[in-house]
């Protein structure tokens, strides 16, 4: 299991929220250790974690992207 929170922030002075983890994002993952051999249990561990990073790497992407749509329609109403 791996249990993340992210902020993303701009460089301004101060730094303005662009979009955050309201949860902290928790991914499921594993691999049969028993009927592997231990190089072959080290090759699906590092499968795992890459797996483990493209469903958080997925999860942020969406994330952010749905906050700036949000924004850039809220300044399009605006106007």
Known sequence: TV???WTLRTQ???PVL???SAIPVRILDSFNVPDLQFYSADVSRIAMEQRLVEVITEV???RVSEEL???LEARTAAT
């Open 3 to 5: 249990g993340i929170n």
């Open 12 to 14: 301004a002075v101060p």
């Open 18 to 20: 662009v979009a955050s």
């Open 60 to 62: 942020v992407y969406l």
């Open 69 to 71: 749509r949000r924004r």
